[in-house]
């Protein structure tokens, strides 16, 4: 039922927060949207929530999809809800094998560098872990590298966010477009 007030003390016991808001929200899992789109970020076991609702939000500001290996971090999960700033009720999501399209595999070094990459068309973008990133197992049609100076490397939420950049100013400054 909409609209119901309930005691502070009771928001505060069912709160993982140190300051427990005044309004909740109640959902299914099941209407939150899925699907596909034509840009997806693929993530292979991305343990860290954060992580993954950031990707869930970057996610949301490029117009792409989201699909999802066992093993990654519960996007309804109270901390990668919170950093996909309510983005995971708008970006449809899909499981890591259904995505299609052109399978781009980011890996922090040793890939064709990510400006020379073609990306028109359908695209995955593979995501590894946090620490193993992708296993030679995970099928790609081409190994990527975001160029970089001095970081040892990216973390996994900004490599994601740069691929999508990438893809939509090339895309936006294409004459197909």
Not at 45 to 50: K, L, N, Q, S, T
Not at 83 to 100: E, I, K, Q
């Amino acid at each position: 039922m909409a609209g119901e007030n309930v005691e502070p003390e009771l928001l505060a016991e069912v709160s993982t927060l140190a300051h427990p808001p005044r309004v909740i929200g109640i959902y299914r899992r099941d209407d939150l949207p899925r699907g596909a789109r034509p840009v997806t970020l693929a993530l292979w076991r991305v343990a860290d929530p954060g992580n993954v609702g950031t990707l869930f939000r970057a996610a949301d500001a490029f117009g792409a999809g989201i699909a999802l290996s066992s093993g990654c971090a519960d996007p309804t999960g109270p901390k990668a809800l919170r950093a996909s700033m309510g983005s995971l009720f708008r970006v449809p999501t899909t499981d890591f094998d259904a995505a299609a399209g052109r399978r781009i595999a980011l890996v922090p070094r040793g890939g064709k560098p990510l400006p020379d990459v073609d990306l028109s068309g359908e695209i995955v973008f593979l995501l590894g872990a946090e620490r193993e990133g992708l296993p030679e197992a995970v099928l790609c049609d081409e190994r990527a590298s975001i160029p970089q100076s001095g970081a040892d490397s990216l973390n996994v939420a900004i490599a994601g966010a740069v691929a999508l950049y990438e893809r939509l100013t090339r895309t936006r400054d294409s004459p197909s477009r």
